[in-house]
Protein backbone atom coordinates (compact mmCIF):
# COMPACT_ATOMS: atom_id res chain seq x y z
CA UNK A 1 0.00 0.00 0.00
CA UNK A 2 1.07 3.35 -0.52
CA UNK A 3 1.55 5.79 1.68
CA UNK A 4 2.86 9.42 1.06
CA UNK A 5 2.52 12.99 3.10
CA UNK A 6 0.08 15.42 2.26
CA UNK A 7 1.29 18.41 -0.25
CA UNK A 8 1.84 21.58 1.71
CA UNK A 9 -0.97 24.05 0.81
CA UNK A 10 0.84 27.33 1.24
CA UNK A 11 -1.13 30.29 2.47
CA UNK A 12 -2.19 33.30 0.48
CA UNK A 13 -0.01 35.75 -0.88
CA UNK A 14 -2.12 38.53 0.95
CA UNK A 15 -1.16 36.88 4.74
CA UNK A 16 2.80 37.51 4.05
CA UNK A 17 4.16 40.26 5.94
CA UNK A 18 6.91 42.54 4.43
CA UNK A 19 9.15 42.05 7.36
CA UNK A 20 8.58 38.05 6.20
CA UNK A 21 9.56 39.45 2.34
CA UNK A 22 12.63 41.42 3.92
CA UNK A 23 13.90 38.59 5.70
CA UNK A 24 14.38 36.39 2.60
CA UNK A 25 17.93 34.94 2.60
CA UNK A 26 20.87 36.41 0.46
CA UNK A 27 21.11 34.29 -2.57
CA UNK A 28 24.83 33.08 -4.05
CA UNK A 29 24.38 31.31 -7.80
CA UNK A 30 27.07 29.21 -9.25
CA UNK A 31 26.64 28.60 -12.95
CA UNK A 32 26.65 31.16 -16.06
CA UNK A 33 24.46 28.60 -18.10
CA UNK A 34 20.82 28.61 -18.98
CA UNK A 35 19.57 26.99 -16.11
CA UNK A 36 21.48 30.16 -14.25
CA UNK A 37 20.24 32.72 -16.66
CA UNK A 38 16.03 31.66 -15.79
CA UNK A 39 16.64 30.87 -12.18
CA UNK A 40 18.03 34.26 -11.40
CA UNK A 41 15.11 36.76 -12.25
CA UNK A 42 12.97 33.81 -11.16
CA UNK A 43 14.56 34.65 -7.45
CA UNK A 44 14.58 38.14 -7.82
CA UNK A 45 10.76 38.43 -9.20
CA UNK A 46 9.79 36.11 -5.84
CA UNK A 47 11.73 38.96 -3.27
CA UNK A 48 15.33 36.96 -3.09
CA UNK A 49 17.99 39.46 -3.28
CA UNK A 50 20.87 37.66 -5.57
CA UNK A 51 24.02 38.98 -3.82
CA UNK A 52 26.89 37.36 -6.09
CA UNK A 53 27.66 34.82 -8.81
CA UNK A 54 30.02 32.71 -9.77
CA UNK A 55 31.44 31.78 -13.23
CA UNK A 56 34.18 29.49 -14.83
CA UNK A 57 36.08 32.88 -15.84
CA UNK A 58 36.18 36.55 -14.70
CA UNK A 59 34.51 36.60 -18.34
CA UNK A 60 31.42 34.69 -18.40
CA UNK A 61 30.72 36.05 -14.70
CA UNK A 62 31.30 39.41 -15.42
CA UNK A 63 28.77 39.44 -18.67
CA UNK A 64 26.04 37.65 -16.97
CA UNK A 65 26.14 39.54 -13.47
CA UNK A 66 26.14 42.89 -15.38
CA UNK A 67 23.11 41.40 -17.67
CA UNK A 68 21.58 40.11 -14.80
CA UNK A 69 21.91 42.89 -12.27
CA UNK A 70 23.98 41.04 -9.61
CA UNK A 71 26.34 43.66 -7.62
CA UNK A 72 29.31 40.95 -7.29
CA UNK A 73 30.72 38.20 -9.33
CA UNK A 74 34.15 36.49 -9.06
CA UNK A 75 35.66 32.98 -10.63
CA UNK A 76 36.79 32.24 -7.28
CA UNK A 77 33.79 29.99 -5.05
CA UNK A 78 35.17 30.68 -1.69
CA UNK A 79 34.47 34.77 -2.75
CA UNK A 80 30.86 33.92 -2.56
CA UNK A 81 30.76 31.02 -0.22
CA UNK A 82 31.86 33.63 2.58
CA UNK A 83 30.07 36.50 0.72
CA UNK A 84 28.55 37.54 4.37
CA UNK A 85 25.30 38.51 2.25
CA UNK A 86 25.00 35.03 1.14
CA UNK A 87 22.79 32.21 3.28
CA UNK A 88 21.43 30.22 0.69
CA UNK A 89 23.69 28.57 -2.28
CA UNK A 90 22.06 27.23 -5.11
CA UNK A 91 24.81 25.59 -7.26
CA UNK A 92 24.20 24.85 -11.18
CA UNK A 93 27.76 24.01 -12.40
CA UNK A 94 29.36 20.71 -14.02
CA UNK A 95 28.23 17.84 -12.42
CA UNK A 96 31.77 17.14 -11.70
CA UNK A 97 32.37 20.07 -9.68
CA UNK A 98 29.14 19.96 -7.59
CA UNK A 99 30.18 17.88 -4.61
CA UNK A 100 33.15 20.24 -3.90
CA UNK A 101 30.83 23.33 -3.64
CA UNK A 102 27.91 21.96 -1.89
CA UNK A 103 29.95 20.01 0.96
CA UNK A 104 31.88 23.24 1.79
CA UNK A 105 28.93 25.27 1.34
CA UNK A 106 27.11 23.24 4.12
CA UNK A 107 30.04 23.21 6.52
CA UNK A 108 30.31 26.66 6.08
CA UNK A 109 26.90 26.65 7.40
CA UNK A 110 24.69 27.89 3.95
CA UNK A 111 21.40 26.41 2.71
CA UNK A 112 22.10 24.40 -0.88
CA UNK A 113 20.28 24.01 -3.62
CA UNK A 114 22.21 22.17 -6.23
CA UNK A 115 21.77 19.65 -9.04
CA UNK A 116 23.17 16.18 -9.74
CA UNK A 117 26.73 14.93 -9.09
CA UNK A 118 28.99 13.02 -11.37
CA UNK A 119 29.32 9.89 -9.72
CA UNK A 120 27.44 7.81 -6.64
CA UNK A 121 30.67 8.50 -4.69
CA UNK A 122 30.54 12.25 -4.74
CA UNK A 123 27.05 11.83 -3.92
CA UNK A 124 27.50 9.66 -1.03
CA UNK A 125 29.42 12.65 0.64
CA UNK A 126 26.85 15.04 -0.07
CA UNK A 127 24.60 12.90 1.76
CA UNK A 128 27.29 12.99 4.83
CA UNK A 129 27.66 16.64 4.85
CA UNK A 130 23.35 17.14 4.47
CA UNK A 131 23.26 14.52 7.64
CA UNK A 132 25.86 16.35 9.89
CA UNK A 133 24.49 19.61 9.20
CA UNK A 134 20.58 18.77 9.48
CA UNK A 135 19.43 22.11 10.15
CA UNK A 136 20.16 23.63 6.96
CA UNK A 137 18.09 23.22 3.98
CA UNK A 138 19.92 20.68 1.45
CA UNK A 139 17.87 19.59 -1.71
CA UNK A 140 18.30 18.43 -5.68
CA UNK A 141 17.19 20.88 -7.73
CA UNK A 142 14.91 18.20 -9.82
CA UNK A 143 12.59 20.53 -10.60
CA UNK A 144 9.66 17.71 -12.32
CA UNK A 145 8.87 17.00 -8.24
CA UNK A 146 7.16 20.94 -8.53
CA UNK A 147 5.67 20.63 -11.61
CA UNK A 148 1.78 20.88 -11.28
CA UNK A 149 1.25 18.30 -13.59
CA UNK A 150 3.09 15.82 -11.45
CA UNK A 151 1.87 17.15 -8.42
CA UNK A 152 -1.08 16.44 -9.24
CA UNK A 153 -0.55 13.44 -10.89
CA UNK A 154 0.58 12.05 -7.32
CA UNK A 155 -2.08 13.34 -5.57
CA UNK A 156 -4.37 11.21 -8.31
CA UNK A 157 -2.21 8.10 -7.87
CA UNK A 158 -2.51 8.37 -4.21
CA UNK A 159 -6.30 8.73 -3.98
CA UNK A 160 -6.58 5.64 -5.99
CA UNK A 161 -7.33 6.98 -9.68
CA UNK A 162 -5.50 3.94 -11.28
CA UNK A 163 -6.28 1.92 -8.84
CA UNK A 164 -2.87 -0.70 -8.32
CA UNK A 165 0.02 0.99 -10.14
CA UNK A 166 1.55 -1.62 -12.19
CA UNK A 167 3.35 -0.15 -15.77
CA UNK A 168 5.30 3.24 -16.05
CA UNK A 169 5.98 4.00 -19.14
CA UNK A 170 8.27 7.51 -20.22
CA UNK A 171 9.38 8.79 -23.53
CA UNK A 172 11.54 12.10 -23.89
CA UNK A 173 12.40 13.22 -27.79
CA UNK A 174 14.28 16.60 -28.42
CA UNK A 175 17.22 17.83 -30.56
CA UNK A 176 21.16 17.49 -28.95
CA UNK A 177 22.01 17.86 -25.59
CA UNK A 178 25.48 18.86 -26.56
CA UNK A 179 27.01 22.64 -25.96
CA UNK A 180 27.99 24.50 -28.65
CA UNK A 181 32.06 23.62 -27.95
CA UNK A 182 33.71 20.77 -26.71
CA UNK A 183 32.88 20.36 -23.07
CA UNK A 184 31.70 18.53 -19.95
CA UNK A 185 28.55 17.83 -22.04
CA UNK A 186 30.45 15.76 -24.16
CA UNK A 187 31.81 13.14 -21.66
CA UNK A 188 30.39 10.50 -20.29
CA UNK A 189 32.64 10.63 -17.14
CA UNK A 190 31.81 13.99 -16.15
CA UNK A 191 28.36 13.73 -16.21
CA UNK A 192 27.25 14.54 -19.91
CA UNK A 193 24.27 12.58 -21.56
CA UNK A 194 20.52 11.86 -21.84
CA UNK A 195 20.73 9.29 -19.17
CA UNK A 196 22.88 11.32 -16.46
CA UNK A 197 21.09 14.93 -17.62
CA UNK A 198 17.66 13.82 -18.17
CA UNK A 199 17.42 10.31 -17.28
CA UNK A 200 18.37 10.76 -13.69
CA UNK A 201 15.47 13.29 -13.62
CA UNK A 202 13.29 11.12 -14.64
CA UNK A 203 14.55 8.07 -12.32
CA UNK A 204 13.56 10.35 -9.48
CA UNK A 205 10.60 11.21 -10.92
CA UNK A 206 9.30 7.44 -11.20
CA UNK A 207 10.34 7.66 -6.87
CA UNK A 208 8.30 10.05 -6.25
CA UNK A 209 5.29 9.34 -8.37
CA UNK A 210 4.84 5.54 -7.41
CA UNK A 211 6.39 6.59 -3.65
CA UNK A 212 8.85 3.11 -4.52
CA UNK A 213 12.50 2.15 -5.05
CA UNK A 214 14.09 0.39 -8.01
CA UNK A 215 15.84 -3.00 -7.09
CA UNK A 216 16.77 -4.24 -10.59
CA UNK A 217 17.56 -2.24 -13.80
CA UNK A 218 18.86 -3.58 -17.53
CA UNK A 219 19.47 -0.77 -19.95
CA UNK A 220 21.49 0.35 -23.20
CA UNK A 221 23.16 3.42 -23.94
CA UNK A 222 24.47 4.60 -27.25
CA UNK A 223 26.17 7.56 -28.79
CA UNK A 224 25.04 7.98 -32.59
CA UNK A 225 26.61 11.61 -33.09
CA UNK A 226 30.28 11.42 -31.96
CA UNK A 227 31.28 14.33 -33.92
CA UNK A 228 29.62 17.21 -35.58
CA UNK A 229 30.92 20.59 -37.63
CA UNK A 230 31.65 21.74 -34.16
CA UNK A 231 33.53 18.65 -32.61
CA UNK A 232 35.76 17.07 -34.67
CA UNK A 233 39.29 16.39 -35.30
CA UNK A 234 41.20 13.62 -32.77
CA UNK A 235 37.90 15.03 -30.15
CA UNK A 236 34.81 11.95 -30.03
CA UNK A 237 31.60 12.55 -27.86
CA UNK A 238 31.43 9.92 -25.19
CA UNK A 239 28.17 11.01 -23.90
CA UNK A 240 25.21 8.84 -24.53
CA UNK A 241 22.62 10.36 -26.77
CA UNK A 242 19.84 7.62 -26.76
CA UNK A 243 19.17 5.73 -23.38
CA UNK A 244 16.95 2.67 -23.02
CA UNK A 245 16.17 1.35 -19.70
CA UNK A 246 13.89 -1.09 -17.82
CA UNK A 247 13.20 -0.37 -13.99
CA UNK A 248 11.47 -3.28 -11.73
CA UNK A 249 10.49 -0.94 -8.75
CA UNK A 250 8.67 -1.70 -5.09
CA UNK A 251 7.96 -5.49 -4.46
CA UNK A 252 10.06 -8.36 -5.82
CA UNK A 253 8.80 -11.37 -7.31
CA UNK A 254 6.03 -10.74 -9.96
CA UNK A 255 4.45 -7.84 -7.76
CA UNK A 256 6.22 -4.36 -7.35
CA UNK A 257 6.02 -1.71 -11.14
CA UNK A 258 7.13 -2.24 -14.79
CA UNK A 259 8.60 0.86 -15.50
CA UNK A 260 10.64 1.31 -19.93
CA UNK A 261 12.06 4.97 -20.08
CA UNK A 262 12.97 5.79 -23.89
CA UNK A 263 15.38 9.31 -24.45
CA UNK A 264 16.38 10.21 -27.38
CA UNK A 265 18.19 13.41 -28.07
CA UNK A 266 18.55 13.02 -32.07
CA UNK A 267 15.60 14.29 -33.09
CA UNK A 268 15.48 17.79 -34.29
CA UNK A 269 12.34 20.26 -33.34
CA UNK A 270 10.54 20.46 -30.21
CA UNK A 271 11.27 19.11 -26.80
CA UNK A 272 8.72 15.79 -26.49
CA UNK A 273 7.68 14.69 -22.94
CA UNK A 274 5.02 12.17 -21.96
CA UNK A 275 5.03 10.19 -18.58
CA UNK A 276 2.24 7.50 -18.48
CA UNK A 277 0.91 5.41 -15.00
CA UNK A 278 -0.59 1.90 -15.66
CA UNK A 279 -3.29 0.61 -13.35
CA UNK A 280 -5.51 -1.62 -12.57
CA UNK A 281 -8.34 0.56 -13.28
CA UNK A 282 -7.07 3.25 -15.29
CA UNK A 283 -4.24 5.57 -16.79
CA UNK A 284 -2.83 8.88 -16.26
CA UNK A 285 -0.68 10.98 -18.62
CA UNK A 286 1.24 14.01 -18.58
CA UNK A 287 1.90 15.30 -22.10
CA UNK A 288 4.41 18.08 -21.33
CA UNK A 289 2.85 20.26 -18.74
CA UNK A 290 -1.05 18.65 -18.84
CA UNK A 291 -2.45 15.66 -16.89
CA UNK A 292 -5.05 13.72 -18.61
CA UNK A 293 -6.49 10.24 -17.50
CA UNK A 294 -8.87 7.82 -18.47
CA UNK A 295 -10.49 5.24 -16.25
CA UNK A 296 -11.08 1.67 -17.58
CA UNK A 297 -14.48 1.36 -19.57
CA UNK A 298 -14.56 5.51 -20.20
CA UNK A 299 -14.94 6.35 -23.63
CA UNK A 300 -12.04 8.96 -23.59
CA UNK A 301 -9.46 10.77 -21.99
CA UNK A 302 -9.94 13.59 -19.45
CA UNK A 303 -8.37 17.07 -19.25
CA UNK A 304 -7.31 16.26 -15.49
CA UNK A 305 -4.91 19.82 -15.22
CA UNK A 306 -4.13 22.27 -18.44
CA UNK A 307 -0.20 23.78 -17.98
CA UNK A 308 -1.51 26.66 -20.33
CA UNK A 309 -1.73 29.26 -17.54
CA UNK A 310 2.69 29.85 -17.65
CA UNK A 311 2.62 33.28 -18.16
CA UNK A 312 6.73 33.33 -17.51
CA UNK A 313 9.18 34.08 -20.63
CA UNK A 314 9.85 31.01 -23.33
CA UNK A 315 12.94 29.53 -22.98
CA UNK A 316 15.00 28.04 -26.03
CA UNK A 317 17.43 26.02 -23.95
CA UNK A 318 14.83 24.90 -21.07
CA UNK A 319 11.83 22.94 -21.81
CA UNK A 320 8.69 23.88 -20.91
CA UNK A 321 8.21 21.16 -18.38
CA UNK A 322 11.63 21.78 -16.71
CA UNK A 323 10.86 25.74 -16.55
CA UNK A 324 7.44 25.83 -15.05
CA UNK A 325 9.16 23.33 -12.04
CA UNK A 326 11.50 25.65 -12.25
CA UNK A 327 9.32 28.49 -11.53
CA UNK A 328 7.07 26.26 -9.16
CA UNK A 329 10.24 25.66 -7.01
CA UNK A 330 11.40 29.01 -6.38
CA UNK A 331 7.92 29.74 -5.16
CA UNK A 332 8.40 26.68 -2.70
CA UNK A 333 11.71 28.34 -1.19
CA UNK A 334 9.97 31.80 -1.00
CA UNK A 335 7.08 30.28 1.06
CA UNK A 336 9.55 27.65 3.38
CA UNK A 337 12.05 30.73 4.30
CA UNK A 338 9.20 34.09 4.22
CA UNK A 339 7.63 32.26 7.53
CA UNK A 340 10.75 32.79 9.51
CA UNK A 341 12.57 36.18 10.84
CA UNK A 342 16.02 34.44 10.57
CA UNK A 343 17.32 34.69 7.19
CA UNK A 344 18.68 31.01 7.51
CA UNK A 345 15.84 29.13 8.97
CA UNK A 346 13.32 27.57 7.40
CA UNK A 347 10.19 25.36 7.19
CA UNK A 348 10.34 21.99 5.64
CA UNK A 349 6.52 21.55 4.66
CA UNK A 350 6.61 24.41 1.65
CA UNK A 351 9.86 21.64 0.06
CA UNK A 352 8.37 18.36 1.23
CA UNK A 353 8.20 17.53 -1.96
CA UNK A 354 11.86 18.39 -3.07
CA UNK A 355 14.39 15.50 -3.56
CA UNK A 356 16.90 15.01 -0.92
CA UNK A 357 20.44 14.42 -1.09
CA UNK A 358 19.85 10.75 -0.36
CA UNK A 359 17.10 10.79 -3.21
CA UNK A 360 20.60 11.92 -5.27
CA UNK A 361 22.25 9.37 -4.71
CA UNK A 362 19.63 7.12 -4.83
CA UNK A 363 19.26 8.21 -8.40
CA UNK A 364 23.08 8.29 -8.97
CA UNK A 365 22.95 4.40 -7.81
CA UNK A 366 20.59 3.96 -10.48
CA UNK A 367 22.18 5.84 -13.51
CA UNK A 368 25.47 3.49 -12.94
CA UNK A 369 23.74 0.43 -12.34
CA UNK A 370 22.12 1.28 -15.56
CA UNK A 371 25.78 1.96 -17.62
CA UNK A 372 26.98 -0.99 -15.96
CA UNK A 373 23.81 -2.89 -17.47
CA UNK A 374 24.40 -1.64 -20.92
CA UNK A 375 28.16 -2.54 -20.75
CA UNK A 376 27.45 -6.31 -19.64
CA UNK A 377 23.90 -7.13 -21.27
CA UNK A 378 22.71 -8.32 -17.84
CA UNK A 379 20.11 -6.84 -15.27
CA UNK A 380 21.90 -5.32 -12.37
CA UNK A 381 20.73 -4.95 -8.52
CA UNK A 382 20.61 -1.52 -7.38
CA UNK A 383 22.66 -1.47 -4.17
CA UNK A 384 22.72 2.19 -2.27
CA UNK A 385 26.58 2.58 -0.66
CA UNK A 386 26.04 2.89 3.17
CA UNK A 387 29.63 3.88 3.82
CA UNK A 388 32.60 5.61 1.36
CA UNK A 389 34.54 3.28 -0.26
CA UNK A 390 38.40 2.77 0.08
CA UNK A 391 39.97 5.20 -2.10
CA UNK A 392 42.99 2.30 -2.17
CA UNK A 393 40.80 -0.22 -2.83
CA UNK A 394 41.41 -0.84 -6.60
CA UNK A 395 45.23 -0.22 -6.08
CA UNK A 396 45.03 -2.98 -3.56
CA UNK A 397 43.23 -5.91 -5.81
CA UNK A 398 45.71 -4.68 -8.85
CA UNK A 399 48.73 -5.90 -5.72
CA UNK A 400 46.64 -8.75 -4.89
CA UNK A 401 46.26 -10.03 -8.49
CA UNK A 402 49.81 -9.20 -9.25
CA UNK A 403 51.25 -10.86 -6.05
CA UNK A 404 49.03 -14.01 -7.40
Not at 48 to 63: I, K, P, Q, T
Not at 126 to 143: D, E, F, H, K
Not at 223 to 244: A, E, H, K, P, W
Not at 284 to 313: C, H, I, M
Request: negative net charge.
Amino acid sequence: MLTWQKSYVPEDASDVTLSGIAMLPGVGVFGTGSTARVLVPLLQAEGFEVHALWGRSEEEACGLAKELGIPFHTSQSDDVLLHQDVDLVCIYIPPSMTKQIAVKALGIGKNVVCEKAATAVDSFKMVTAARYYPQLLSIMGNTLRFLPAFVEMRQRLLDGYVGEIQVCDVRVYGPSLLDHSYGWTCEELMGGGGLHTVGSAIIDLLSYLTGTRAHRVHGLTRTFMQQNSLIRGIRRVTSDDFCFFQLLMGATGSGGVCCTVTLNFNMPGSFVQEVMVVGSTGRLVARGTDLYGQRNGSKGEELLLGGNGWLGPEVKEMPLPHLHGLSSMVKALRQSFQAHEERRSWDQRPVAMASTFEDGLYVQTVVEAVKKSSSTGEWVSVEIMSKEPDPNQNLCEALQRNKN
